[in-house]
Nanobody, 126 residues
């Protein structure tokens, strides 16, 4: 089992940058594929980015490709989401999630993730 805690959310102007962190408890962080999802008011939770257990493979949603970068450091039990060129439509609560894995895969479907953090608010003003 793993516990996840997100941090780094804030109010930022359009065009700005933020770096979200997801800290994981436990000694088996490298056994989990990880992902970022977001949910805006009145909308369904949507996939943002995912990274495989070693960090070798990543995938991002088209809406953030070229602006957001997902990374992880298994020695630090931490995953990050570097968000650049932020837009008002990026405003949402951002969640990190963990998926126990036997293979190096990226998972883009929320239902496949077993563990979730509490979320961190990102607000982008125009």
């Amino acid at each position: 089992q793993v516990q996840l805690v997100e941090s780094g959310g804030a109010l930022v102007q359009a065009g700005g940058s933020l770096r979200l962190s997801c800290a994981a408890s436990g000694r088996t962080f490298s056994s989990y594929g990880m992902g970022w999802f977001r949910q805006a008011p009145g909308k369904e939770r949507e996939f943002v980015a995912a990274i495989s257990r070693s960090g070798r493979n990543t995938h991002s949603a088209d809406s953030v490709k070229g602006r957001f970068i997902i990374s992880r450091d298994n020695a630090k039990n931490t995953m990050w989401l570097q968000m650049n060129s932020l837009k008002p439509e990026d405003t949402a609560v951002y969640y990190c999630a963990a998926d126990p894995q036997w293979r190096e895969v990226v998972v883009t479907t929320a239902a496949q993730y077993d563990y979730w953090g509490q979320g961190t608010q990102v607000t982008v003003s125009s």
